[in-house]
């Protein structure tokens, strides 16, 4: 089908006509019986999955199910930040090829996500928040990955609202900043990677609950998936529904090492530009940075229990907001408009699992917690690829689900320290 | 901020309890006979239950006891609460209500 492409000539030209003459950027399709491979959760990682099948694997009859909308998720809920400082060689190569993809993202899609490298810097608040980052900076380098480390004032110097005066609960001792890191406009990555999927004949089928998943009585392998839309045939089933996994893999009988958690995050209210880059601090829990419109989102921690709520407790915002209000007291008047949670799946190592499941044609990619948005492009490309091929991408091989049977954890939580 | 029954003290606010994650997965009587499939499904597969979940819960910056809970992880709504060491309840039994 033709696509309406974006540019400033056709923005001037459809302008002429009162913008009344744009087309929607996506079929409403409906299932059809059967595909070559369906994608379950219509999230970046998602959408970009099917992309990368349609673009890199000529595999276009295939379809993604989405048991709401688009991006409703938690794709539509996190706070946007991307940065690939991570401290395992496993965990900065998949990161990085995200970051990477992140710099022509719009370009390949013709779709603005809006991808701003405006510095991502973590603050250190003890002896051993120091040497860990320090730790995290060394073996950035090796693995090519740009972070830095800053002092107090060279900390203020590039973020000038932060209050690094040694007369709070938690100075700031210093920080570190990856350069290269940012943010992206989240809803934009999921209609951007929808838009051009269909434009490559993909179906994107909303409103279509997975209910089942059938397998062969005799090879094991997956046939197809029942759905509130009907039963639907495919050989290859990938799935990538962040924190209803455990749920839709037990379909097929599998059991995974998930716990799905509300995380939360909150806006206040658009003031005038102010904050030039994220701030995040992992000691005293708070994440921040400044949207376009103006408003200051701000990521609050998980729930202390698993749910599937989306939705989580006051008092977790308020420990969030306490720990804003001490670095950046000129915020303390601001307003919060909203709060909002998604529910994330965690893994015992907090790395993702991405890759093969026990039944054969079943794909999975899951287990990116409380930071999958940063990885949307890299995640999905490397899905995409394990589909098509049935094998893993060298990048994402590391990260199998028998990890954990075999004692191969990346355990970016402990040694890492950070929430992601 | 939920209100949790600690079956010792009576209803406190969440802040003075931890969690404790799934309930009932007893370390294995003879764990030298796990191979290393029974072993990962007793470290770290969990059922991440959507509905009814029996987890485990401290009552840390209270009586300090652990206890056991039914929640609905759909509401976040406590059916029952019980003492370590008493098998699950049959909520059709007791009503689904906390005593």
């Known amino acids: 089908m033709s696509r309406q492409s974006f540019s400033g000539w056709a923005l001037i030209k459809r302008g002429l006509s009162g913008h009344r003459s744009w087309e929607p950027q996506w079929r409403k399709a409906a299932p059809k019986p ?43 809920r996190n706070t946007t930040i991307i940065r690939s400082n991570y401290l395992f060689n ?8 995200a970051v990477k993809m992140w ?7 013709n779709y603005n996500v809006m991808y701003s490298p405006r510095g991502v810097m973590m603050l250190a608040h003890t002896v051993h928040d120091i040497q860990v980052f320090k730790r995290h900076v060394h073996a950035n380098r090796c693995n090519g990955v740009d972070n830095e480390w800053l002092e107090p004032a060279e900390a203020k ?7 690094i005066e040694d007369n709070i609960r938690y100075p700031v001792l210093g920080a570190a900043l990856q350069r290269r890191g940012g943010t992206a406009r989240h809803d934009a990555v999921a209609w951007g990677y929808a838009r051009a999927a269909d434009a490559l004949g993909v179906d994107i089928i909303e409103n279509c609950e997975v209910t089942g998943i059938r397998k062969d009585p005799v090879g094991g392998g997956v046939t197809a998936v029942e759905t509130t839309r009907g039963t639907i045939r495919a050989p290859k089933v990938g799935v990538s529904a962040a924190g209803s996994t455990s749920v839709v893999l037990s379909l097929a009988g599998v059991r995974l090492p998930l716990e799905s958690y509300p995380l939360q995050a909150l806006v206040s209210e658009p003031i005038k530009p102010i904050f030039p880059c994220v701030v995040m601090s992992n000691t005293i829990h708070a994440y921040i940075s400044q949207s376009d419109k103006g408003e200051l989102v701000i990521g609050a921690g998980t729930d202390a229990y698993t749910s599937y709520t989306q939705r989580g407790a006051l008092h977790v915002n308020t420990h969030t907001l306490d720990a804003i209000c001490e670095l950046f007291p000129q915020f303390r008047r601001l307003r919060m408009l909203r709060n909002w949670g998604g529910v994330v799946d965690v893994t015992p190592d907090r790395s993702p699992i991405i890759g093969k499941t026990p039944v054969p044609g079943l794909y999975v990619n899951c287990g990116w917690g409380t930071g999958g948005f940063k990885a949307t492009p890299g995640s999905a490309h490397v899905f995409a690829w394990t589909i098509a091929r049935d094998e893993p991408h060298p ?26 | 901020m939920l209100l949790i029954h600690c079956p010792f003290c009576g209803e406190r606010p ?8 799934q309930a009932h997965i007893a370390r294995p009587a003879r764990p030298q006979d796990l191979d290393d499939q029974a072993w990962t499904d007793f470290l770290y597969m969990r059922d991440n239950t959507k509905g009814v979940h029996a987890e485990r819960w401290r009552h840390s910056h209270g009586c300090g006891r652990f206890f056991n809970a039914l929640r609905d992880t759909t509401t976040d709504h406590f059916l029952v609460t019980y003492k370590t ?5 049959n909520l059709a039994k007791i009503g689904g209500r906390t005593p």
């Open chain 1, 34 to 76: 059967s595909y070559d491979a369906i994608i379950v959760g219509g999230g970046g990682h998602g959408l970009g999955a099917a992309y990368y099948l349609a673009k890199e694997h000529g595999m276009t009859n295939i379809a993604v199910l989405e048991k709401g909308w688009i991006g409703g998720g938690n794709t539509g």
């Open chain 1, 90 to 97: 496993e965990s900065a190569a998949l990161y990085d090829h």
């Open chain 1, 103 to 109: 710099g022509s993202l719009s370009q390949v899609l």
């Open chain 1, 157 to 163: 110097e590039f973020c000038p609202p932060l209050n």
């Open chain 1, 395 to 420: 990048i994402n091989a590391p990260f199998t689900l028998a990890r954990f049977r075999d004692g191969y954890l990346i355990d970016e939580a402990a040694a890492a320290a950070v929430a992601h």
């Open chain 2, 14 to 21: 969440e802040l003075e309890f931890a969690y404790g994650g």
């Open chain 2, 85 to 89: 060491g008493e098998p699950r309840p």
